[in-house]
């Protein structure tokens, strides 16, 4: 596997190694020791799957607040997204920051978004199947959204937001000003 650092401490695209032959290819995406080798040690506890099937669905921006936070590994098997982490940890010298990563089935990247960031991604292609290991279980009553097209983010989502097609829980998320981080700075890497 391929790690590699993103201008966001602790957000890695994870690249897993691909053997391929005339019938496609294999990859093991995921192993425990492989990335306890890389000082990533995560218990994951959840795999989720989303399929969306238009271009320009966008799911996000959420965290869990403590103590349910959730460490996510999210990679996409059909179709492509760009995945966006936001720092939200009190006192880190990147909070309010994103960083934005293609992950589609064709490159096969994943990426790993800690605990104490947003999340949250918009489609590429129809038909957009997207997996990904989280470190807790979805506990509803500790989720904390932000909307997903905030200017004081800048996100750039590559879409027209008046294109994007959202719940209606991300459609009425509140600002990023009113956002009151859950995270202090024990959770800084």
Not at 55 to 68: F, T
Not at 146 to 152: E, G, I, L, N, Q
Request: charged residues 25%.
């Amino acid at each position: 596997m391929l790690i590699e650092a993103t201008r966001l401490p602790g957000v890695v695209i994870v690249t897993p190694n691909r053997f391929g032959d005339a019938r496609g290819h294999f990859s093991e995406v995921w192993n425990r020791d492989t990335l306890r080798g890389h000082a990533i040690d995560i218990e994951f506890v959840q795999d989720n799957q989303s399929l969306s099937r238009d271009v320009g669905v966008v799911r996000g921006l959420h965290c869990q607040a403590p103590p349910r936070a959730q460490d996510k590994l999210v990679r996409v098997a059909q179709g492509a997204i760009f995945d966006v982490a936001v720092d939200v940890r009190r006192g880190s010298e990147t909070y309010g920051q994103w960083v934005g990563v293609e992950l589609s089935a064709e490159n096969g990247r994943q990426l790993l978004v800690p605990r104490g960031f947003l999340h949250g991604f918009v489609t590429r292609e129809p038909d957009t199947l997207v997996i990904y290991k989280c470190s807790d279980s979805y506990a509803p009553d500790t989720e904390r959204p932000v909307f997903w097209a905030d200017p004081d983010l800048a996100i750039d989502w590559g879409i027209d937001p008046a294109q994007a097609i959202l719940s209606a829980k991300d459609a009425e998320a509140p600002a990023f000003a009113a956002f009151v981080t859950p995270f202090d700075e024990q959770e800084l890497i």
